[in-house]
């Protein structure tokens, strides 16, 4: 069964749906009819001849006073797509491309913006047929929205630029060929409502939002399998402390933790130490602040992925047409900056995890191997680890602080809001790499504990692991198993 945008509040969690399941999307008839709606009214009003509307029959940013005859309306608008598609950098995952016509698709199917339903429903068959624009990661300054990128997102529609079709890199033209499509024939403000729009640093904050959902999920387990074998102790994760505290974040956390490890054997071995260092004792305070901050990021961001964020705004049942400025970027990048933050801190903590494990106490070896000295065992992967934390805090200079006047001026405070989504999926990758190495030291850890048995659920994961990557007896080559194991809780649920 097809999902059908109908103009109906999508969550964040049926967004993740739609795009794991590779169902279909389409339109329903109540989007349809909003989208005829308003292009009708919009022709409508251009057919009167007596109005002058920001992007519609004038120029752009500081040309706004500059009026285009109504003839010209349609080059007007192809014209801007070509000028605007100047990105550059590295091309973005096709993941994100993906996320970014499903967004915009959504945007444009309120009623608000002017298009035609032909291009909506061409962004959907970009959608659903994997025909994925080339997008760059640099030129966007986050308002007026996503410009440069949304510009080579659409450039196919127009049979323009390249895209991702069928394994293969090649020219829009020679997959509409192949689609039997026809390029299509903008008509006025539509250029502007692609362009216009936050779906690039949504399509970021959605993916970061979702997969730090998932890597604070997963130091659940990860973290009590280091716990376990660092001979630690249960205590602090007993609701009662926690509870006091009053943080939501660190009540979820603690209570995670302890339904991790009440049944575990070792927990209850007594324990000759009476307090754990910070980076264990500490995990439901450290991970539960950035459990919050990630729910924060999920509502604002799913208020995004529902709005209208192009301009100027249309509204038919009003007779009314608003310059406003609800692509700015502002409410994201201050967000994305902040998710950044918290998930770097996630990081950083792992990597204090890793460091303590490897450092010989507790009756561990030197290293995490049988023989130190003739083997350095897991001394360089904690290197790693601190030299990808160490970006990370680079990563967390926050974007939305900084501005630059654009347009002649006309445009005079952007949000930076794209550098802090393009940042922010850096910081994601890190940290999933350095989850990988705690996972990859912590499961070594366990084994000299043995015979002595952790929970079901750490056991589960730990042999789960072991059929990928196994225990390190000697020396050998470690890249490929930190590898394997970035796969393997890249891939964990």
């Not at 749906?17 to 279909?24: A, E, M, P, Y």
């Not at 605007?84 to 491309?97: M, N």
């Not at 025909?131 to 996503?146: E, F, H, M, T």
């Amino acid at each position: 069964m097809n999902f059908v945008i109908d103009n109906q509040w999508i969550s964040l969690e049926e967004l993740e749906q739609v795009l794991s399941s590779g169902v279909k999307v389409e339109l329903g008839d109540i989007a349809i009819e909003a989208i005829n709606d308003c292009r009708n009214y919009l022709d409508q009003k251009m057919a009167s001849g007596d109005h002058v509307i920001y992007g519609i029959n004038t120029g752009f940013g500081s040309l706004c006073n500059t009026v285009v005859s109504n003839e010209d309306l349609g080059q007007l608008q192809k014209n801007l797509v070509l000028s605007h598609a100047c990105g550059t950098g590295e091309e973005i995952d096709l993941s994100i491309v993906k996320r970014i016509l499903l967004l915009k698709a959504i945007g444009l199917s309120k009623g608000n913006s002017g298009v035609q339903l032909v291009t909506v429903e061409r962004l959907l068959h970009f959608y659903n047929n994997d025909i994925l624009p080339v997008i760059y990661s640099q030129g966007s300054l986050g308002a007026s929205g996503d410009l440069a990128p949304l510009a080579h997102m659409s450039l196919p529609l127009l049979g323009e630029g390249e895209v991702h079709y069928k394994g293969k890199r090649c020219s829009s033209a020679e997959m509409l060929k192949a689609e039997g499509l026809e390029p299509i024939e903008l008509k006025s403000k539509e250029g502007l409502a692609l362009l216009n729009g936050t779906q690039f640093m949504s399509s970021f904050m959605s993916y970061s939002v979702q997969a730090g959902r998932q890597i604070i999920c997963n130091y659940t387990t990860i973290a009590a399998m280091s716990l376990e074998g660092f001979d630690g102790r249960l205590n602090p994760f007993q609701s009662n402390v926690n509870e006091i505290r009053n943080q939501a974040g660190q009540i979820e956390i603690a209570k995670a933790m302890y339904a991790t490890l009440k049944d575990s054997e070792l927990i209850q071995k007594e324990k000759v130490h009476v307090q754990d260092p910070y980076s264990f004792r500490c995990i439901p305070q450290v991970h539960g602040a950035s459990w919050d901050a990630i729910e924060y990021a999920a509502q604002i961001v799913e208020r995004e992925i529902n709005a209208v964020t192009d301009n100027p705004t249309i509204f038919p049942d009003e007779d009314d047409v608003v310059s406003a400025g609800n692509f700015h970027g502002q409410p994201l990048a201050i967000t994305m900056d902040f998710l950044a933050i918290a998930l770097a801190e996630l990081g950083s903590i792992s990597e204090r995890r890793i460091y303590i494990l490897i450092s010989g106490t507790r009756g561990l070896p030197a290293f995490l191997v049988a023989e130190p000295g003739l083997n350095s065992g897991f001394m360089i992967p904690q290197y790693t680890a601190a030299s990808i934390v160490s970006q990370n805090k680079q990563l967390c200079t926050p974007a939305s602080v900084d501005t630059i006047d654009s347009s002649n001026g006309q445009e005079d405070h952007v949000s930076m809001g794209a550098n802090a989504a393009t940042k922010l999926y850096r910081v994601v990758q890190n940290v999933y790499q350095i989850q990988g190495i705690e996972l990859f030291a912590g499961s070594q850890a366990l084994d000299f504990r043995r015979p002595g048995k952790s929970s079901d659920k750490v056991e589960t994961l730990h042999a789960n692991y072991r059929d990928l990557v196994s225990f390190v007896k000697t020396d050998g080559y470690m890249a490929e198993l930190m590898h394997r194991s970035l796969d393997f809780v890249k891939n964990l649920r």
